[in-house]
T-cell receptor, first 113, second 116 residues
């Protein structure tokens, strides 16, 4: 089954404790991306990657890191989480063409106390 | 810069009626794609319909159609014969390649509630 998986699905942590949210896709997609969703703001792109070892900032990259060492994986790293990073996070993947649909993971609900 | 505007934060529609969700966009890229996604209360993002900037005809997928007016930069989603299961958040999104930078921009969404 073609899918994007994210782990964990739910996470409660404390300020400053480093965490990683994993994302993996099995569709051999070149493009992967992270978004955060906040009420009234829609989804905002954090980082994206167009291929292995190629990453770029989206609209809200501050406080986040990513890496793309393998095509299928695109982890999101919060080195020192803060309460304003409490949000719903989505990973997505697609092929590279403008018309290619993004497939979304199930989401990770993160709470930073 | 790319921008998507959804001006309807919430809508209430009677079951079986048609509903139009508004979306306007702004981009300087000549080639772009417009998408609509549905997000039910369970939280997942479900792809509904796609329209390419060079497509001559409006896209349709079952009960969903996209009213694409390029000159007005609008891409409204039309749902015919609404059902209770259509109650959800709906997001309009645009994908464009701006000098090699692949961007996907979302609107703030419209919460649709279908009334029995």
């Amino acid at each position: 089954e073609a899918q994007v998986t994210q782990n964990p699905r739910y996470l409660i942590t404390v300020t400053g404790k480093k965490l990683t949210v994993t994302c993996s896709q099995n569709m051999n997609h070149e493009y992967m991306s992270w978004y955060r969703q906040d009420p009234g703001l829609g989804l905002r792109q954090i980082y994206y990657s167009m291929n292995v070892e190629v990453t770029d900032k989206g609209d809200v990259p501050e406080g986040y890191k990513v890496s793309r060492k393998e095509k299928r994986n695109f982890p999101l790293i919060l080195e020192s989480p803060s309460p304003n990073q409490t949000s719903l996070y989505f990973c997505a993947s697609s092929a590279l063409l403008v018309g290619d649909t993004q497939y979304f993971g199930p989401g990770t609900r993160l709470t930073v106390l | 810069a790319q921008k998507i505007t959804q001006t309807q934060p919430g809508m209430f529609v009677q079951e079986k009626e048609a509903v139009t969700l508004d979306c306007t966009y702004d981009t300087s890229d000549p080639s772009y794609g417009l998408f609509w996604y549905k997000q039910p209360s369970s939280g997942e993002m479900i792809f509904l319909i796609y329209q390419g900037s060079y497509d001559q005809q409006n896209a349709t997928e079952g009960r969903y159609s996209l009213n694409f007016q390029k000159a007005r930069k609008s891409a409204n989603l039309v749902i015919s014969a609404s059902q209770l299961g259509d109650s959800a958040m709906y997001f309009c999104a645009m994908r464009a390649t701006n000098f090699g930078n692949e961007k996907l921009t979302f609107g703030t969404g419209t919460r649709l509630t279908i009334i029995p």
